[in-house]
């Protein structure tokens, strides 16, 4: 991923990821229609149980898609008479916020997995790249932004992104955290 200078933060993707969504439709469609399937054919514990689970995915989904619909997926200074910070979700849905006005901007970075069969080359490259990288902000006001995963980021880009926000926003709390994952079984 390429993070332009002068960027606070963008992603690779910056429309809705219709992937993902036309495979939680077709998967709530399968599991449904087979249960309601199973209840028309007289295996009605088994209809109920896939029909259920139907309904609580339908559930799931809708919640992740409104939450993915208010990521922020772009975030820049737009200089007016003063400076203003432009953010736009995923949904389309522009923002602006006062450098003063944010409290605290934290950075999560997640570096990819290395185990004891991890060669020297892959770990030269584990330790220049992150798996992704999300942003997290907060305002005085109390509201909180969140944004979109950024997969495959470099280490220079997420301190590029933490000197801006520093430029940007002195008076913030910054952090940046780091959330390493296992490598799977622990054999």
Known sequence: MDIPEGTLWKTDTLGPDWRRWARWSITVAVIGGSGLLLIRLEQRVLGYALT?????LLVVAVARWVYDRTSVVEARVVEESEPVIWMRTVGGREARFSPDGIARVTLVCTPFASGPDTSGSERAFVRQEYRNAVLHLRTR????VHGRAAPFVSKDEMDRVMAEWSRVCPQAHQNQEYRPVGTGTGD
């Open 141 to 144: 006001s109390g509201h909180r």
């Open 52 to 56: 259920g689970l139907a309904v609580l």
